[in-house]
């Protein structure tokens, strides 16, 4: 059974929690090196804009049989990573960086290959 909380109690909580978020998303005992890991944080949103793309176009240019469930697959994943980008953004403003969208700095940040394949099968294996 709880136990039902004082008004006094009531405030208290409700002033913490005001706090709390006014704070954000970092508080003050977050330990982590904060521009340290934003910078890890842009490689991996480098990583996944590179993917949403890689996938977005490979859905274009899938042709063939099985090409309408091919192109709906990759626009799934295309859509995924976009949503991977978008939360990597959010976190990194919320650590007080930058998201860098940078296009010409992609190709340096990005840990994934963007290879245009031609076929199903070079698409599969990029």
């Not at 039902?4 to 929690?17: F, N, S, Y």
């Not at 480098?46 to 899938?62: P, Q």
């Not at 994943?77 to 960086?97: K, T």
């Not at 860098?100 to 700095?105: K, N, T, V």
């Amino acid at each position: 059974m709880s136990r039902m909380l004082a008004p006094r109690d009531r405030q208290v909580i409700c002033k913490l929690a005001a706090e709390w978020l006014v704070q954000g998303a970092v508080t003050v005992g977050y330990g982590a090196n904060r521009q340290a890991f934003a910078e890890l944080l842009n490689d991996a949103l480098a990583t996944e804009i590179v993917n949403t793309l890689r996938y977005r176009r490979d859905g274009f240019m899938a042709v063939g049989m099985h090409s309408i469930r091919v192109t709906h697959a990759l626009r799934r994943c295309s859509d995924n990573a976009r949503r991977h980008a978008e939360a990597l953004a959010q976190r990194i403003v919320e650590l007080g960086g930058a998201p860098d969208f940078a296009p010409e700095l992609l190709p340096a940040r990005n840990h994934s290959e963007y290879r245009e394949g031609s076929s199903l099968q070079e698409m599969s294996s990029t």
